[in-house]
């Protein structure tokens, strides 16, 4: 008998649209004369950092190819350990603590399959390889709680949290927030934590987008909280321009945990690459070379956000919510797009509205299963503020009513 596994994973959803978009923009641009505008995709287009390309050009040419060590080399684990020390996240940390994986997206499939079957609280909307992905693959119950949009903000609904906490084995936090942009303030991560520890829940926090805040927003790390309940996960793939090197890590105050997820990364992976282990590690040491470079990209995307702000508030009105985190808006049309033709699915009939505007973006039922038929996520990541506005006129003029 085969393992069901295999049927209930498939590709995401925003990947089947990228896909989609890679036949439909040729013609479009073709018919329009125009470039395509594509907002579909989390991925800066800024190439990688030389600090990250340089290191790992050395680490090749000093004999780094051999098999890695999984979960990570030391000299990696005390880079990461460095880094949250200057944040001032590192208090009780050890290396035992800390685990290197192929992106954290492997991170948040190994906690998950640690707790294989059981029951996930979560927010939606949700990045879409949660549920696509990684809980159907450890066969997780996800349990969710939607995030209410109220006056121009997303507000936790404390009480629906507090209902569905017992029993459950994890909640998972995304801050800041794929799709939406909102980063959680202190108090209610405070609130939810405490929430987690009355009703022994662990906490696996996502923090894959801890640098790109906007207006003054600051990020809090669940690290900042005692205990050995929290799972905190980080990528290179944002911060570093870095999604194709596929590395990432954990950290876990229980080290018998994170020796558990060791031995399961060896199994299935073998570990990350020591080459590239080696190039993050320098990246890590190197903070003024990797910051020096990154804040003009985060300043030019504070732009970007600004601009969709500035058109499309006119026509959405006070209730559009504006990102303070990540580099997504996740925009509720409904009012603002036309009913769906009969025979035709509502989210559908909006990817269409704007494919035929010459825009990709990725529709609301991508992340989550209570609905967003109406919303979509619009990445301003991986394009240039002239050709944004020109793709932000098309949709005023031709997909909003």
Same mark, same amino acid.
């Given at each position: 008998?085969?393992?069901?596994?295999?049927?209930?994973?498939?590709?995401?959803?925003?990947?089947?649209?990228?896909?989609?978009?890679?036949?439909?923009?040729?013609?479009?641009?073709?018919?329009?004369?125009?470039?395509?505008?594509?907002?579909?995709?989390?991925?800066?287009?800024?190439?990688?950092?030389?600090?990250?390309?340089?290191?790992?050009?050395?680490?090749?040419?000093?004999?780094?190819?051999?098999?890695?060590?999984?979960?990570?080399?030391?000299?990696?684990?005390?880079?990461?350990?460095?880094?949250?020390?200057?944040?001032?996240?590192?208090?009780?940390?050890?290396?035992?603590?800390?685990?290197?994986?192929?992106?954290?997206?492997?991170?948040?499939?190994?906690?998950?399959?640690?707790?294989?079957?059981?029951?996930?609280?979560?927010?939606?909307?949700?990045?879409?390889?949660?549920? =696509?992905? !990684?809980? +159907?693959?450890?066969? /997780?119950?996800?349990?969710?709680? %939607?995030?209410?949009? #109220?006056? &121009?903000?997303?507000?936790?609904?404390?009480?629906?949290?507090?209902?569905?906490?017992?029993?459950?084995?994890?909640?998972?936090?995304?801050?800041?927030?794929?799709?939406?942009?909102?980063?959680?303030?202190?108090?209610?991560?405070?609130?939810?934590?405490?929430?987690?520890?009355?009703?022994?829940?662990?906490?696996?926090?996502?923090?894959?987008?801890?640098?790109?805040?906007?207006?003054?927003?600051?990020?809090?790390?669940?690290?900042?909280?005692?205990? =050995?309940? !929290?799972? +905190?996960?980080?990528? /290179?793939?944002?911060?570093?321009? %870095?999604?194709?090197? #596929?590395? &990432?890590?954990?950290?876990?105050?229980?080290?018998?945990?994170?020796?558990?997820?060791?031995?399961?990364?060896?199994?299935?992976?073998?570990?990350?690459?020591?080459?590239?282990?080696?190039?993050?590690?320098?990246?890590?040491?190197?903070?003024?070379?990797?910051?020096?470079?990154?804040?003009?990209?985060?300043?030019?995307?504070?732009?970007?956000?600004?601009?969709?702000?500035?058109?499309?508030?006119?026509?959405?009105?006070?209730?559009?919510?504006?990102?303070?985190?990540?580099?997504?808006?996740?925009?509720?049309?409904?009012?603002?797009?036309?009913?769906?033709?009969?025979?035709?699915?509502?989210?559908?009939?909006?990817?269409?509205?704007?494919?035929?505007?010459?825009?990709?973006?990725?529709?609301?039922?991508?992340?989550?299963?209570?609905?967003?038929?109406?919303?979509?996520?619009?990445?301003?990541?991986?394009?240039?503020?002239?050709?944004?506005?020109?793709?932000?006129?098309?949709?005023?003029?031709?997909?909003?009513?």
């Amino acid at each position: 008998m085969q393992n069901p596994v295999f049927d209930r994973i498939g590709l995401s959803l925003i990947v089947e649209i990228s896909e989609r978009i890679r036949e439909v923009a040729p013609r479009w641009q073709d018919q329009h004369g125009e470039p395509f505008a594509y907002l579909q995709r989390g991925e800066l287009a800024n190439d990688t950092p030389p600090v990250v390309t340089r290191a790992m050009a050395a680490a090749v040419a000093a004999g780094l190819t051999r098999y890695p060590k999984a979960g990570g080399e030391m000299w990696f684990r005390e880079a990461v350990l460095a880094r949250l020390a200057a944040r001032g996240l590192a208090g009780g940390l050890g290396p035992q603590h800390v685990m290197c994986t192929c992106g954290a997206q492997e991170g948040l499939e190994l906690i998950f399959n640690l707790f294989a079957g059981q029951r996930v609280v979560l927010f939606e909307p949700v990045w879409a390889c949660v549920p =696509d992905n !990684i809980a +159907a693959y450890s066969n /997780c119950k996800l349990d969710p709680v %939607a995030l209410v949009e #109220r006056e &121009g903000r997303l507000d936790i609904d404390f009480a629906q949290v507090e209902a569905k906490l017992p029993g459950a084995a994890l909640l998972y936090l995304n801050s800041p927030h794929n799709p939406t942009g909102k980063v959680f303030n202190r108090e209610e991560l405070t609130r939810l934590n405490e929430l987690c520890v009355k009703h022994g829940v662990r906490i696996v926090s996502d923090e894959a987008y801890e640098d790109f805040l906007y207006g003054g927003a600051q990020h809090v790390s669940m690290l900042e909280f005692p205990g =050995d309940h !929290i799972f +905190a996960v980080f990528t /290179c793939s944002k911060t570093f321009a %870095a999604t194709g090197f #596929r590395i &990432g890590y954990f950290v876990c105050r229980d080290a018998a945990l994170v020796t558990k997820l060791t031995i399961g990364e060896y199994a299935q992976t073998g570990g990350v690459a020591t080459f590239i282990q080696k190039a993050m590690a320098v990246a890590m040491e190197s903070p003024d070379e990797l910051y020096g470079w990154l804040r003009p990209v985060v300043a030019a995307f504070e732009r970007r956000r600004d601009l969709i702000a500035t058109r499309l508030r006119p026509v959405l009105g006070d209730q559009m919510c504006v990102p303070s985190g990540s580099f997504y808006y996740f925009l509720n049309l409904n009012g603002h797009v036309p009913a769906a033709p009969a025979g035709l699915e509502q989210s559908e009939f909006v990817l269409r509205r704007f494919l035929d505007a010459g825009v990709a973006i990725i529709p609301g039922p991508a992340f989550g299963v209570s609905g967003y038929r109406n919303h979509v996520r619009l990445s301003f990541s991986g394009i240039e503020e002239a050709a944004l506005g020109r793709a932000l006129e098309r949709i005023t003029e031709k997909v909003l009513v």
